[in-house]
Structure formats: structure tokens, C-alpha cells
């Protein structure tokens, strides 16, 4: 499966994005899929993830109860609604997805097998 990642963009600290993450190829119906960000100099990090049925979310603690995850079968597409945006969410977002995985490595960077190319968001102050 194929994934292009969009949305990204120049806000100011309070504003919103919603990030779309796309797949072609093949169905979402199945894969779990995750948000995760890397900004210049960290390490990659996770943000938001949807498991495979698409009944249970989970988020960083940075972003919880600002950021909402949702999957839309029928369109192939999973959004990541970001609110309430912090210059520290400043960075490139990827999403990922894959078939297999089980709700306790949804977390986990290396168990997803299929990456989007990345959209930046820039938070200004």
C-alpha cells in the first residue's frame, strides 16, 4: 500500500490543521494507522494512532485533547485534526500503517511496514 501524506502548513500557536494521509494500492479496511513527527535534531516520535477495526484511538500525552485521529473507510483516508497548535508541534509528520500489528506496538515506529512521505507543519509563536 501506498501512502501520501497532506495538510501540512505556516500556522500561528492556536490555530488548526487537519493532516490527510491517503492510500492507494489497497484499502485502509484492516490496517492500523499512526501518526508520527520528527522535529530537526529529535528523534522521531509518535502522535496518534487508530487501530485495525478503526474502534480504539491512542495519543502521545503532548497531544491529547487537542489532537483527534479518525479513519474514513470509504474515502481510503485517515485524518489527523489538529487543534490548538503549539509552536512545539512544529515539525515533518509521516503516517504509517500495516495489517498486522497488535494494539500494544501501535506506539511502536518499527512495527509499521508502509510510510507516507511526510507533510511539514510550522507552528509560529
Known amino acids: 500500500v501506498q501512502l501520501q501524506a497532506s495538510g501540512g502548513g505556516l500556522v500561528q500557536a492556536g490555530a488548526s490543521l487537519r493532516l490527510s494521509c491517503v492510500a492507494s494500492?489497497?484499502?485502509?479496511?484492516?490496517?492500523?494507522v499512526a501518526w508520527f513527527r520528527q522535529a530537526p535534531g529529535k528523534e522521531r516520535e509518535f502522535v496518534a494512532a487508530i487501530t485495525r477495526t478503526g474502534g480504539g484511538t491512542i495519543y502521545a500525552d503532548s497531544v491529547k485533547n487537542r489532537f483527534t485521529i479518525s479513519k474514513d473507510n470509504a474515502k481510503n483516508t485517515v485524518y489527523l485534526q489538529m487543534n490548538s497548535l503549539k509552536p512545539e508541534d512544529t515539525a515533518v509528520y509521516y503516517c504509517?500503517?500495516?495489517?498486522?500489528?497488535?494494539?500494544?506496538?501501535?506506539?511502536?515506529?518499527?512495527?509499521?511496514?508502509?510510510w507516507g512521505q511526510g507533510t511539514q507543519v510550522t507552528v509560529s509563536s
Open positions: 504509517a500503517a500495516d495489517s498486522s500489528i497488535i494494539s500494544s506496538q501501535l506506539r511502536n515506529s518499527i512495527q509499521y511496514d508502509y
Open positions: 494500492g489497497r484499502t485502509f479496511r484492516g490496517y492500523a
